[in-house]
């Protein structure tokens, strides 16, 4: 019994919120890698795009719950997503058109679109700031737990219990979703398959007739869908606050070079690498640890390795390890 209760109480801290976790990230650092590969730039204000797409998401929530209208056991900002996607949508559009669209008729250098997207990132977050304020927003209704710990216990006679959160399974079944649609799309439609010309080739693609306005248009669309999406999930299964979407934005970058930029499925796979490894890396073993050795040696103290303040100091570490040793990432992406 004893390894059983260690390992339910791994996947209660460790397994499950890791998962959920790493597929936040993957949805964020699939936007981040598909700007990367088409644009051919680093999108610094992916984590205040996510940030705005989910303010408009928890608004919508609020005027769908004012009306009365919910989902059952679901969040009702699953109802509200559409909206949160329309307004991240015209909001990139918008930012395209205003910047980015200039810049791209000189052929700027990508450290420019860096640099300008540098400043679109402020601007987002002074506006998402202004609009909703700066504190904690907690936008999570419907069923809160698929099990809980008590009822695992009672089910199984275990000493630990295993806690499943709706918000925790939500993640993962709407990713899965997500990644499935993306991938049919880019690899079994002439849009997709235009957008992965045009990526690998702009030159060859422009002489085969693809319009280089339209990829475009339609990669930004699906970047504001993602950062919608990926903001959203995080946002039921935490709680939303502006600055935590800055926070965010070193995770997924590092998720995206992790896995090689420009590579859609190696973004998954790294956003599964970073979450796993700030969960473990930064979870007191002390418990697990106490079931699995004699009485005379279990540990006094926590056993941690970080602390939980220093999560994001994981993922930059990863992220210099990576680009000293293989900056390709795990997928042979594009070089940083």
Do not use: C
């Amino acid at each position: 019994m004893e390894p059983l209760n260690a390992l339910v109480v791994l996947a209660n801290f460790v397994l499950i919120p890791a998962t959920a976790y790493g597929a936040q990230l993957a949805l964020g650092a699939l936007g981040v890698t598909l700007i990367y590969g088409i644009l051919r730039f680093s999108n610094f204000a992916h984590g205040d795009t996510m940030a705005f797409g989910t303010m408009a998401v928890i608004l919508a929530t609020w005027g769908l719950q004012s009306l009365g209208v919910g989902f059952g056991v679901l969040p009702t900002a699953l109802l509200a997503l559409p909206v949160g996607i329309a307004v991240a949508a015209a909001l990139t559009l918008g930012t395209d058109r205003l910047v980015y669209r200039f810049y791209r008729g000189r052929r700027a250098a990508p450290v420019i679109f860096v640099i300008a997207s540098l400043g679109v990132m402020f601007v987002y977050n002074g506006l998402t700031r202004f609009v909703i304020g700066t504190d904690d927003q907690r936008f999570e209704d419907g069923e809160r737990f698929i099990i809980t710990a008590r009822e695992f216990r009672e089910m199984t006679g275990l000493a630990e219990g295993l806690a499943l959160r709706t918000t925790q399974v939500i993640t993962i079944v709407v990713a899965v979703i997500v990644v499935t649609a993306l991938f049919w799309f880019l690899n079994r439609t002439r849009t997709g398959k235009s957008m992965r010309a045009y990526s690998d080739n702009e030159d060859l693609a422009l002489l085969s007739g693809i319009d280089p306005e339209r990829v475009v248009v339609i990669t930004w669309l699906i970047v504001a869908a993602l950062a919608t999406v990926a903001g959203t999930l995080y946002g039921l299964d935490k709680s939303f606050k502006p600055f935590t979407y800055f926070q965010l934005l070193l995770p997924i970058f590092a998720a995206a070079i992790v896995g090689g930029l420009g590579s859609p499925l190696g973004a998954i796979a790294g956003g599964f690498v970073i979450a796993f490894a700030e969960v473990t890396i930064t979870y007191p073993l002390k418990r697990v640890l106490g079931y699995l050795m004699p009485e005379s040696l279990e540990p006094d103290g926590l056993v941690q390795l970080l602390s939980t303040d220093y999560k994001f100091a994981v993922s930059f570490a990863i992220l210099l390890i990576v680009l000293l040793f293989r900056p390709t990432g795990l997928f042979a992406g594009k070089a940083v």
